[in-house]
């Protein structure tokens, strides 16, 4: 795409919101490209409760609203980081004629051959530390399973933000909303389907974070590997799962040199 005409579109992990992107959203907007940082259900300004959410399809309303309202012939460059891969997913089938390059930033990803439960229970297996003080919170009761998490202060530090800037962290911790489990796989499984014949249209470009504690970079191996094939795979040494932090200025530059090229 041409510079000036590039839009960015920049989704978030769980847990977080729009505000996390706010070094990488300002170099964007440097560039001179357009940038619409957005906010899911119940994260960042969002006014809905965590609690009131009742599947992923109100979760990332937000994304397929936004997503809706662009002109026919209208496209955008979706980046979606950590569980931010899965909105956009689910975007890249429902509108892939407007997407004109999907960047996945040490994302998951789903695809017709692999299910988000699927990840979720991959992902458990190859933890390798404990969630530390990571809550888990029981809105039906303590007698039920639990139906958000919100990671603790000390497993943010050592898994998520171990090179980024403390000030980052101190930021993140007065920020970060808890975010919702899907407890219903039935209806998860129908509302995140995808397809080669729509999902397969959109380019994919996959940004490997390589000093990963959270989803450590065989992790990020493992899930290209998976929903493959791939545009371009790319890697970003010297960052931490929450690149936007660690290494904003390559992560930047990447998504430009990428941008351009779609």
């Known amino acids: ?25 300002t170099m964007l907007k440097s560039a001179g490209d357009k940038v619409t940082t957005l906010d899911m259900a119940a994260c960042g300004m969002n006014r ?11 979760y990332h309303e937000p994304l397929i609203t936004f997503m809706d309202s662009l002109l026919p012939k209208e496209k955008v460059i979706l980046v979606g980081h950590s569980f931010g891969g899965i909105s956009i997913s689910v975007a890249m089938e429902r ?7 999907a960047i996945f930033v040490a994302a998951f990803v789903i695809s017709e051959t692999l299910t988000y439960p699927t990840i979720i229970q991959e ?24 139906t958000a998490i919100l990671f603790g202060p000390k497993f943010m530090e050592s898994n998520m933000y171990q090179l980024s800037p403390p000030e980052d962290l101190t930021l993140a911790l007065s920020l ?17 389907r995808v397809t080669n014949d729509k999902n397969g249209r959109v380019p994919k470009v996959f940004i ?16 290209i590997e ?28 990447l998504l430009l040199h990428i941008a351009g090229k779609y």
Not at 95 to 101: A, G, L, Q, R, T
Not at 177 to 192: M, S, W, Y
Not at 208 to 221: G, P, W, Y
């Open 1 to 25: 795409m041409v510079k000036g005409e590039r839009h960015f579109v920049l989704i978030h992990g769980a847990n977080y919101g729009a505000w996390c992107w706010y070094k990488v959203a």
């Open 48 to 58: 809905k409760r965590v609690e009131d959410i009742g599947s992923i399809s109100e």
């Open 95 to 101: 509108f892939p004629e407007n997407i004109s390059v």
């Open 123 to 146: 992902l458990k297996l190859r933890r390798k530390s404990s969630l530390m003080d990571t809550n888990y919170l029981f809105f039906d009761g303590p007698n039920n399973p639990p």
């Open 176 to 192: 970060v909303r808890p975010f919702p489990l899907f407890g219903d796989e039935e209806k998860l499984l129908k509302e995140t």
């Open 208 to 223: 490997i974070s390589k000093e990963d504690n959270l989803m450590t970079e065989d992790s990020q191996i493992w899930m």
């Open 226 to 253: 998976r929903t493959g094939p791939y545009d371009e795979v790319k890697v970003i040494k010297n960052s931490d799962h929450m690149l936007m932090f660690s290494n904003p200025q390559e992560l930047s530059s």
